[in-house]
């Protein structure tokens, strides 16, 4: 590829730090871009360290740093849509809007303010030009294990011509390698997890700042009998075993419990002992999107996943609004699944996302 300007988000990550480090061995002039997109008052917030670490680093690589914040955009185009999902009771994924909006939305504008020709960020995915269709492709990476795809299936052609993968073909202990013989702080920093931008939390006490608690009962989902107290739909997941404080009930086994649904009309959660009441077959979907702008036809089969990290299962898909076929997004499109063999947790508000092989079509929220 010829010489050109690759602004790179630099987060205070190794990832990012060998990106461009690779960007600029390849000998295009690169510029470094911080995003600032999460403010509070607490004390958990670790952006002004990380924001210290990307400095650093760009100064070591001798380019060009700026900061940018982009707090406003992702509370507007993410944290209030992540919130208003769990007052609903549904189980979000902020990260996906985060990588349409953010960093592959807000971010690129800024990129083109300073007169770039691409972005680069530290996701492990792949890019591909497919030569009979003339477009775009996203593509699992080398390092299987690190495949970020499933967070990037919601962005667009457009968005996805602009941007690059430098740690496309690496595997995540190279990335590390490279990082320690350049000796980059960041070498054997910790990978970070948590709610895009906003990092690690508690997610139970994160919630209760910005969504009030309303108590109901946990019901076994078999003989309708109470077996606890929750403190609000809002703070629950389907499968979810941890933080459930249920023990101690007259007439089962000292067995864990699993969240299995979840009734909003009589503000119940229904749990079961029993953990093959995760299992599912089918499933509906809306908002879908397509990476090529559309999808493969009206009905096809392929594989999907229900999660991030989730294996890929075979399933069928049918597109019950036509209009959902040809649309980058339609919000009121609506799709039925139906799997090969069992699912595991089901989750409203979470991500369903399609593949072809190592190709990933796009994808859409389950219902």
């Not at 509370?75 to 809007?97: K, M, S």
């Not at 997890?193 to 309303?214: A, P």
């Not at 089918?282 to 294996?311: D, M, Q, V």
Request: glycine share 8%.
């Amino acid at each position: 590829m010829a010489r050109k300007k690759i602004v790179v988000g630099l987060s205070g990550g190794v990832d990012s730090s060998v990106t461009a480090k690779l960007l600029i061995d390849q000998g295009h002039e690169v510029v470094g871009i911080f995003m600032k997109n999460w403010e509070d008052d607490s004390p958990e917030c670790t952006a002004p360290q990380d924001c210290t670490t990307a400095e650093k680093i760009a100064q070591k690589l001798k380019i060009p740093f700026y900061t940018v914040n982009f707090s406003r955009e992702y509370w507007e185009n993410v944290f209030e849509y992540f919130l208003e999902e769990n007052r609903q009771g549904r189980t979000p994924n902020p990260d996906i809007l985060c990588n349409r909006h953010i960093k592959f939305g807000a971010f690129l504008r800024e990129a083109e303010k300073l007169g770039a020709d691409l972005i680069a960020t530290g996701h492990y995915a792949k890019k591909y030009m497919n030569p009979k269709t003339k477009k775009y492709e996203l593509h699992i990476p080398v390092d299987r294990e690190k495949d970020q795809t499933y967070f990037l299936h919601a962005i667009t052609q457009s968005q996805l011509a602009k941007a690059l993968f430098p740690l496309q073909d690496l595997q995540k202990s190279e990335v590390r390698r490279i990082a320690r013989e350049n000796n980059f702080s960041t070498a054997d920093k910790k990978d970070s997890t948590g709610i895009c931008f906003i990092g690690e939390r508690n997610y139970m006490q994160f919630l209760q700042r910005y969504i009030r608690k309303d108590p109901g009962d946990f019901v076994d989902i078999d003989t309708g009998k109470k077996v606890g107290e929750h403190i609000g739909l809002s703070f629950y997941t389907i499968g979810q075993r941890k933080n459930l404080q249920i023990g101690g009930v007259k007439g089962f086994e000292e067995k864990p419990w699993f969240v299995i649904e979840k009734d909003a009309k009589n503000n119940q959660i229904l749990v079961s002992q029993n953990e093959e009441k995760l299992l599912g077959k089918e499933l509906t979907a809306h908002k879908l999107t397509w990476i090529g702008g559309n999808a493969p036809s009206e009905n096809f089969e392929c594989e999907a996943r229900i999660r991030y990290r989730s294996k890929k299962a075979k399933c069928y898909v049918k597109i019950e609004r036509r209009d959902a076929i040809n649309r980058v997004s339609s919000q009121d499109s609506m799709t039925h699944i139906t799997f090969d063999s069992p699912v595991r947790a089901i989750s409203p508000g979470q991500s369903i996302v399609f593949y072809d092989g190592d190709v990933c079509l796009g994808g859409g929220e389950i219902v």
